[in-house]
């Protein structure tokens, strides 16, 4: 990861990832066998999703109490 511009109105630096391609492919290149036998390492993976997924669910919580106001 390289942290690159600071997004002053959001007070957050934003990133990229470095050799993004090299993990796109072996993510593409990755069967169903390959995650389950554990030869596709995914738990990294599945903290990004869990993170998003909590992300969201509070945000969609938020704008339906706003909403019900």
Do not use: H, P
């Not at 690159?4 to 109105?9: E, H, L």
């Not at 796109?24 to 869990?50: C, H, M, P, Q, W």
């Amino acid at each position: 990861m390289t942290w690159t511009n600071f997004k002053a109105s959001m007070g957050i630096y934003q990133g990229a990832l470095d050799f993004k391609e090299s993990y796109a492919k072996a993510f593409y290149e990755a069967s169903v066998e390959d995650v389950a036998n554990g030869t596709y390492e995914i738990s990294k993976l599945r903290t990004v999703l869990d993170a998003l997924f909590t992300t969201c669910c509070a945000m969609s919580t938020d704008v339906l109490r706003r909403e019900s106001r």
